[in-house]
């Protein structure tokens, strides 16, 4: 009987002010993002297995929560909302050429290792820009993601940009085999520097394709090293990455947000659909990324539709852990009204309570117990913040 007032590992019942806290930090982003001009869009917590498989980019198979159907359909529970978002985009727009804004939030679900101790379902909020290549819609998404932050209090953070096409373009240079591309790109996403080094090593490449290779590995890389990465690059595909990266960085200082940035040319995501920026956000108290996100052109184009698209998610659960750890909660200081009364004056407080609460106080009628006393519901009342009534 005991086991059943537990959860399983990866997930967690939620109540009372934390809970208050989540829907108020929802609600601030949200906020930003629609100021934007996103339209909200709500797609299903379960998709066919196809939507996440292998071809389209997203995570492993071995990581993703799979059921049959009645009629023996492969289902999963989404672990990313971008390739829904996509098959959407195109079954419903497959026409439109202007751009399209999509917001949504909900939860995804990955089944991690217990070993791991991260949550295996994760509530996010997200936004896509569909149909626009611009570098201006890069900008505007790393503009979203900081806006959004320090809406929702976050002082201290750090946006860091990295780009796939610079990595991609130094491989077909040294011509380096898909297999080997996917082995080099797993040891630099996890910074197992060191594997890389001596992998790089074992494939007897140029010396000056190593150097290279190895130079992605430096993470945070200031943005004024940028030139000479592009001075240094001798192929197409990495010098025309170089040059977006610091025509964005351009964008970005003169918005104002310059010193939010910082560059990592070691991000290679597990997601394989990212073909331009990949960008993730940082800040202290969390370990892990508090926001995700970058540009993928061809993803959905996988399900019918030609359209480069830009967008990322908020990790919702990490940005409320690093608000609580630096002591920048957004807990709720407004309490509630408590009436107690008894059964004879019901009438009264219940009138009472409906005049508080057309006046947008929240008020809550409690039925008094003799065998407590007063002293009982005071304290009650005085330890959650709230105020207490008598009638």
Not at 225 to 245: G, K, P
């Given at each position: 009987?005991?086991?059943?007032?537990?959860t399983?590992?990866?997930?967690?019942?939620?109540?009372?002010?934390?809970?208050?806290?989540?829907?108020?930090?929802?609600?601030?982003?949200?906020?930003?993002?629609?100021?934007?001009?996103?339209?909200?869009?709500?797609?299903?917590?379960?998709?066919?297995?196809?939507?996440?498989?292998?071809?389209?980019?997203?995570?492993?198979?071995?990581?993703?929560?799979?059921?049959?159907?009645?009629?023996?359909?492969?289902?999963?529970?989404?672990?990313?909302?971008?390739?829904?978002?996509?098959?959407?985009?195109?079954?419903?727009?497959?026409?439109?050429?202007?751009p399209?804004?999509?917001?949504?939030?909900?939860?995804?679900?990955?089944?991690t290792?217990?070993?791991?101790?991260?949550?295996?379902?994760?509530?996010?909020i997200?936004?896509?820009?569909?149909?626009?290549?611009?570098?201006?819609?890069?900008a505007?998404?790393?503009?979203?993601?900081?806006?959004?932050?320090?809406?929702?209090?976050?002082?201290?953070?750090?946006?860091?940009?990295?780009?796939?096409?610079?990595?991609k373009?130094?491989?077909?240079?040294?011509?380096?085999?898909?297999?080997?591309?996917?082995?080099?790109?797993d040891?630099?996403?996890?910074?197992?520097?060191?594997?890389?080094?001596?992998?790089?090593?074992?494939?007897?490449l140029?010396?000056?394709?190593?150097?290279?290779?190895?130079?992605?590995?430096?993470?945070?890389?200031?943005?004024?090293?940028?030139?000479?990465?592009?001075?240094?690059?001798?192929?197409?595909?990495?010098?025309?990455?170089?040059?977006?990266?610091?025509?964005?960085?351009?964008?970005?200082?003169?918005?104002?947000?310059?010193?939010?940035?910082?560059?990592?040319?070691?991000?290679?995501?597990k997601?394989?659909?990212?073909?331009?920026?990949?960008?993730t956000?940082?800040?202290?108290?969390?370990?892990?990324?508090?926001?995700?996100?970058?540009?993928?052109?061809?993803?959905?184009?996988?399900?019918?539709?030609?359209?480069?698209?830009?967008?990322?998610?908020?990790?919702?659960?990490?940005?409320?852990?690093?608000?609580?750890?630096?002591?920048?909660?957004?807990?709720?200081?407004?309490?509630k009204?408590?009436?107690?009364?008894?059964?004879?004056?019901?009438?009264?407080?219940?009138?009472?309570?409906?005049?508080?609460?057309?006046?947008?106080?929240?008020?809550?009628?409690?039925?008094?117990?003799?065998?407590?006393?007063?002293?009982?519901?005071?304290?009650?009342?005085?330890?959650?913040?709230?105020?207490?009534?008598?009638?």
């Amino acid at each position: 009987m005991i086991s059943l007032l537990h959860t399983p590992d990866g997930v967690r019942d939620l109540y009372g002010e934390e809970l208050k806290e989540k829907q108020k930090l929802k609600q601030s982003i949200n906020q930003t993002i629609s100021l934007y001009g996103y339209e909200s869009i709500d797609t299903p917590a379960f998709e066919f297995f196809d939507v996440f498989s292998k071809d389209i980019g997203t995570i492993p198979s071995k990581d993703l929560y799979k059921f049959f159907d009645k009629e023996g359909n492969t289902l999963v529970l989404r672990p990313d909302f971008t390739p829904s978002v996509a098959r959407c985009a195109a079954k419903y727009f497959a026409e439109e050429t202007l751009p399209l804004r999509f917001c949504y939030e909900g939860n995804t679900y990955i089944n991690t290792s217990e070993l791991q101790g991260k949550l295996k379902e994760t509530t996010q909020i997200g936004f896509e820009l569909i149909n626009d290549p611009s570098i201006y819609a890069d900008a505007e998404s790393l503009i979203i993601v900081i806006e959004s932050l320090l809406n929702a209090g976050l002082k201290e953070f750090q946006v860091s940009i990295g780009e796939s096409n610079y990595f991609k373009g130094i491989c077909e240079e040294a011509k380096i085999d898909e297999e080997t591309e996917m082995k080099l790109r797993d040891f630099i996403t996890t910074k197992n520097f060191y594997a890389s080094k001596n992998f790089l090593k074992e494939q007897n490449l140029d010396n000056s394709f190593l150097e290279k290779l190895e130079a992605i590995s430096k993470v945070y890389l200031p943005a004024d090293e940028l030139q000479n990465l592009l001075n240094d690059a001798t192929n197409i595909r990495s010098r025309n990455a170089i040059s977006r990266l610091i025509a964005l960085y351009k964008l970005l200082k003169e918005a104002g947000y310059d010193k939010y940035i910082t560059f990592d040319l070691s991000m290679l995501s597990k997601y394989h659909y990212y073909t331009g920026i990949i960008f993730t956000a940082y800040t202290y108290g969390v370990g892990n990324a508090i926001v995700k996100g970058g540009r993928y052109d061809q993803l959905i184009e996988k399900f019918g539709k030609k359209a480069p698209s830009v967008g990322c998610v908020f990790q919702i659960d990490e940005i409320l852990t690093a608000l609580r750890r630096t002591g920048l909660s957004t807990r709720s200081q407004e309490g509630k009204t408590v009436i107690v009364y008894n059964v004879e004056n019901y009438d009264k407080a219940f009138n009472q309570a409906s005049e508080l609460r057309n006046e947008g106080k929240r008020t809550e009628l409690v039925l008094f117990n003799a065998e407590l006393g007063r002293e009982f519901y005071e304290k009650k009342a005085l330890e959650a913040g709230n105020t207490c009534m008598f009638i």
